[in-house]
């Protein structure tokens, strides 16, 4: 959370136009989805710890691309691997979901949201002030260093606290990959043909919301500080008001959902984003922006662990890690036109891609009213 607010103006500051941008998150996205597919199979076959563990350490090292790049084709490295790293994705999804009971998972994956990002209070603020200091370039150098070092003890908690999930894992050999990810594809397959049509309809639910997301994490920033007009110390703050705001309701917001149930509560969500993406838009000041932060808060710490919850409702143990794997896939297939189109739209006016995310979550919220039923029995 210290790079996020600041990371795509770092990146134009090295040179890239905001196509460019979108173009750099468009292959991201690209290699994310090609290792999580051997990703989700791994999870079920070989266990969750030993690949998360070991692609924590890699995606730490990658960071130093980010933080020592002369322009921003070192950014592309940077990005590949950071992505490759990520194969341990439906791993961390899947130990998270199996660690969570039926009847508590609104609150449960409310609390995995929450409880790690208490220390990101100031962590905007800090790179604020790195930044107003140093100036963009230099400040965000520091920034990526500092990272590196968090993300190398995050590994290391990792390897000597997490738990395995599944019973009897084998240790995966590199001479296994190339098989690994003929059979992943294969039983990915094998799991989407079992799975229920309400969930085939959640996942393309799914994917058209999730054509909303690299507008808002990739050209917010841009747009707050070209549009709105904020100075980069007030970005700060502002995302530091929304990680507040998450933190004080997010657990709240988890009972919410586990009271009211999944489906109402991605609804109540979209009612809370429509409206204040609008008043997004035509902000114009730092009161307002912080007004639109806390409305987001709200909205962010409702949708995420409902969709999240719903989806481990309808998903079996034994294939949660393929299933989860290949919707989370197909959602990030989604993106990568989303993040070149988003580029595109801003150059001809910063507002479009917003505009557009106010037609795709109205579409989205009816659809789910139409046609998601939850479960009556939930899966263990």
Known sequence: MMAFPFETPYIRALGASPFVIGLIGSLGYLVLTIVRIPGAYIADRYGRKQ???????????????????????????GAVLVNL????????????????????????????????????IISPLVAGYIIST????????????????????????????LKETIDKPRPLKLSEIKTVYKESINSIIEAWRTIPKNLKILTVILMISS?????????????????????????????????????????????VVDVLGRKTSIILAYLIFIPSTLVFIYARSFIELIIVMVIFGFGSMM?????????????PR?????????????????????????????????????????????????VVYLFIKE???REE
């Open 318 to 366: 034994s294939k949660r890690g393929r299933i989860m794997g290949v919707i989370g896939s197909l959602n990030i297939i989604m993106m990568i036109p989303a993040s070149a189109i988003a580029g595109f739209l801003y150059e001809f006016n910063p507002a479009y891609p917003f505009q557009l995310t106010i037609v795709l979550g109205i579409f989205t919220s009816i």
């Open 85 to 120: 790293c990520l194969i341990y994705q439906p791993a961390l999804e899947a130990i998270t979901a199996d660690s969570i009971p039926p009847e508590k998972r609104g609150m449960g994956f409310a609390m995995t949201g929450v409880i790690p990002s208490i220390p990101t």
């Open 51 to 77: 690949i998360i563990v070991t692609m924590t350490f890699a995606v730490a090292i990658s960071y130093l691309f980010y933080a020592l790049a002369p322009d921003w084709r070192f950014i592309v490295i």
């Open 134 to 161: 140093y100036d963009i370039v230099l400040g965000m150098r520091i920034v990526y260093i500092i990272i590196v070092g968090l993300s190398l003890a995050a590994a290391m908690i990792r390897l000597l606290y």
């Open 211 to 255: 054509f909303e997301d690299p507008v808002f994490r990739q050209f917010s920033a841009l747009y707050v500080l070209d549009v709105i007009g904020a100075t980069d110390f007030e970005w700060g703050i502002a995302m530091t008001v929304l990680t507040i705001t998450t933190l004080l309701v997010g657990i709240p917001l988890g009972k």
């Open 303 to 315: 949708i995420g662990p409902a969709f999240q919850a719903l989806i481990t409702d309808m998903v």
């Open 375 to 377: 479960p009556i029995k």
